[in-house]
């Protein structure tokens, strides 16, 4: 039995393909896993706040040493620190918009970054401190990124794949539906990356 994480970040809605895609990795876990409870976390529909000075300033600050305005800064921070710390199994959903994750999800991103909670550095350079968890993306893009000219313009998986490790999140596996715009291949698109799902 796992606790699952899944993260929306299309603002496709009902149309989205990193939402099927991401909800069909999620079944396919409590498949292997049956039991397991699911918490999605829906990042535009939330409206996640970007980070702003009084934010980051409250990172900085001793718990004992927090004002009420302190605590309400952060307090989604917290929140969603608390709710990954929980998670065995993260989904993330990470649509490809202008080469790159969507901005909910950088912003995500930027609050689960905590000096000292989810990373810190060792005497050989920084140490995650996020781990023992499975990471698994449901990339969709309308163009082809895994190979060919297309592959250099990729700042979804590899940038996941490098920012997540640095928390400590090593174990990342990612599912493509790519090519969803392409003449010909749009048509198997969705049916190719399902059929490419494996759960560890």
Same mark, same amino acid.
């Given at each position: %039995?796992?606790?699952?994480?899944?993260?929306? =970040?299309?603002?496709? *809605?009902?149309?989205?393909?990193?939402?099927?895609? *991401?909800?069909?990795?999620?079944?396919?876990?409590?498949?292997?896993?049956?039991?397991?409870?699911?918490?999605?976390?829906n990042l535009v529909d939330t409206e996640i706040p970007h980070? /702003? @000075?009084?934010?980051?300033?409250?990172?900085?600050?001793?718990?004992?040493?927090?004002?009420?305005?302190? $605590?309400?800064?952060? #307090?989604?921070?917290? $929140?969603?620190?608390?709710?990954?710390? #929980?998670?065995? +199994?993260?989904?993330?959903? #990470?649509?490809?918009?202008?080469?790159?994750?969507?901005?909910?999800?950088? =912003?995500?991103?930027?609050? +689960?970054?905590? #000096?000292? +909670?989810?990373? !810190?550095? !060792?005497?050989?350079?920084?140490? *995650?401190?996020?781990? !023992?968890?499975?990471?698994?993306?449901? %990339?969709?893009?309308? *163009?082809?990124?895994?190979?060919? @000219? !297309?592959?250099?313009?990729?700042?979804?998986? @590899?940038?996941?794949?490098?920012?997540?490790?640095?928390?400590g999140m090593t174990d990342l596996t990612a599912f493509r539906?790519?090519?969803?715009?392409?003449?010909?291949?749009?048509? /198997?698109? %969705?049916k190719k990356a399902i059929e490419s799902i494996q759960i560890?």
């Amino acid at each position: %039995m796992k606790q699952i994480l899944h993260l929306i =970040s299309s603002i496709q *809605g009902n149309e989205s393909y990193s939402i099927k895609l *991401g909800k069909t990795i999620v079944e396919k876990i409590q498949d292997k896993y049956p039991g397991s409870t699911v918490e999605e976390l829906n990042l535009v529909d939330t409206e996640i706040p970007h980070l /702003n @000075p009084d934010t980051l300033r409250a990172f900085f600050i001793p718990e004992d040493q927090l004002t009420q305005k302190d $605590q309400e800064s952060i #307090a989604f921070s917290n $929140q969603v620190v608390k709710q990954l710390l #929980a998670a065995d +199994i993260i989904v993330i959903g #990470a649509p490809l918009y202008n080469f790159t994750i969507p901005s909910s999800l950088k =912003s995500w991103i930027d609050h +689960i970054t905590r #000096a000292g +909670i989810t990373f !810190g550095y !060792g005497e050989n350079g920084p140490v *995650g401190k996020v781990t !023992g968890k499975k990471v698994y993306v449901a %990339m969709t893009s309308g *163009g082809i990124y895994s190979e060919g @000219p !297309g592959k250099a313009n990729d700042f979804v998986v @590899p940038y996941l794949k490098s920012f997540l490790g640095f928390l400590g999140m090593t174990d990342l596996t990612a599912f493509r539906a790519e090519g969803l715009k392409v003449p010909v291949v749009k048509e /198997n698109a %969705m049916k190719k990356a399902i059929e490419s799902i494996q759960i560890d």
